[in-house]
């Protein structure tokens, strides 16, 4: 027997007696289970009893202590990042293998040959110019860009074939001379030998006197050899000293002078007595002169040139 609560009053009563002897309350009669009833209650509490046994050992020997306990590992080989690993405990044995690095090119960064990752910006092109016959081109890998930019071609000259004024490349072959009247046409440029110059010009004396400054006074003959009639005759003279030192004018600064004659001087005329005052100032003048060059202009429009290597011999006569 056991004293239990009335549901009504609260007052102690036995388990036994059918109403409350306190308030007369009717108690309720203890239900009790039939087999059926236990037998399922039986399989439900194994059944809970088996689930957390389960569980308990699932957790045991999964757990992160008793795996690394008791694993029996499977290693993953190490990579650029990560050393040996066992992919069910987390176990590591040794150090990473490290990124094998392939050098940055111009359009990619630097990248690991192994795992592919990549780190730091490409180079970037060093590139070289476009010439007449090549594009844009990286000097460090050899890709090109855009196009040549073609050559600017100078036209054959008659000792020169087309020549390009950027790389100077040359083409195709020289005009060569059109001499006429020991000019040439293209040119201008004057072809006169020794021999030719008796027909040319004759300047029959060349004299020179010194005032007492130091200024030189030049005089001088010309006679016209030509065919054709001379405009204008130009002498560029060179004055030396004892010693066959050039002079330099005392007011130009300049180590030479040029005389200019002006016609018209016909075909076989001469010219008489031309004289230039004072056209050179040096009072160290040891009287040798040399001439340069001679200009010979004529009425026609061409221009004939004796050089230094001619020009003494149109001369007949020195003073």
Request: charged residues 20%; proline residues 3%; glycine residues 8%.
């Amino acid at each position: 027997m056991a004293i239990i609560k009335c549901p009504e009053c609260g007052q102690d009563v036995s388990d036994k007696t059918k109403k409350c002897i306190h308030c007369g309350y009717k108690l309720p009669k203890e239900k009790k289970l039939s087999t059926k009833q236990k037998k399922k209650l039986g399989i439900i509490l194994f059944s809970i009893i088996f689930i957390i046994i389960l569980a308990g050992l699932w957790y045991f020997f999964f757990c992160p202590v008793t795996v690394k306990w008791f694993c029996h590992h499977h290693v993953n080989e190490a990579t650029c990042t990560n050393p040996q690993t066992c992919i069910r405990c987390q176990k590591t044995w040794g150090e990473a293998n490290g990124h094998d690095w392939q050098a940055a090119t111009c359009t990619e960064p630097k990248t690991c040959k192994v795992c592919g990752v990549s780190e730091g910006s490409a180079n970037g092109h060093d590139w070289q110019a476009a010439t007449c016959t090549e594009p844009k081109t990286c000097k460090v890998c050899g890709v090109s860009e855009g196009s040549a930019i073609g050559h600017v071609w100078q036209a054959a000259t008659c000792t020169e074939p087309k020549t390009c004024r950027v790389c100077g490349e040359k083409e195709g072959s020289t005009l060569a001379h059109t001499i006429n009247d020991y000019i040439c046409s293209r040119c201008q440029k004057s072809f006169v030998t020794i021999y030719d110059v008796p027909d040319i010009l004759d300047i029959t004396s060349i004299t020179y006197d010194i005032n007492y400054v130091g200024g030189i006074d030049i005089y001088m003959n010309f006679t016209n050899q030509s065919s054709k009639t001379i405009d204008y005759i130009t002498v560029k003279l060179q004055f030396y000293n004892k010693v066959g030192d050039v002079l330099y004018d005392d007011i130009s600064w300049k180590d030479y002078t040029s005389l200019l004659f002006t016609g018209p001087l016909k075909p076989g005329a001469a010219s008489g007595r031309v004289y230039w005052r004072a056209c050179f100032y040096n009072s160290t003048f040891g009287g040798t002169l040399n001439i340069q060059e001679i200009k010979i202009e004529y009425s026609d429009g061409t221009t004939l040139i004796l050089d230094e290597s001619v020009a003494d011999y149109a001369v007949k006569s020195w003073r």
